[in-house]
């Protein structure tokens, strides 16, 4: 599954992550961030810069949801009490 601009945003502001967190995290430069969140960037972020973004949000916690007729978005995964 791809992840839209949106979520790439969405994403952030769950984990309260600044854009050079998120590069610094997905091992990508500043500018791959700004582009994969920015809604018809040229060119576009794919392959494996938007793997690399997806994997570092995943590693944090976040649930990508698929479009299910109410359009795709994001939520943090449940946390077990310890």
């Known amino acids: ?12 502001a769950l984990l309260g992550w ?6 610094r995290r997905a091992s990508v430069g500043l500018e791959v961030v700004l582009r994969a969140q920015n809604v018809g960037a040229e060119p576009p972020v794919v392959g494996m ?4 973004i997806r994997d570092a ?3 944090a916690g976040v649930i990508f949801i698929d479009e299910n007729g109410e359009g795709p978005g994001v939520r943090l995964r ?5």
């Open 49 to 52: 810069d938007l793997r690399a």
């Open 57 to 59: 949000f995943e590693r």
């Open 1 to 12: 599954m791809t992840i839209s601009a949106t979520q790439i945003r969405e994403a952030r």
């Open 18 to 23: 600044g854009t050079p967190t998120l590069a």
């Open 78 to 82: 449940k946390v077990e009490p310890s």
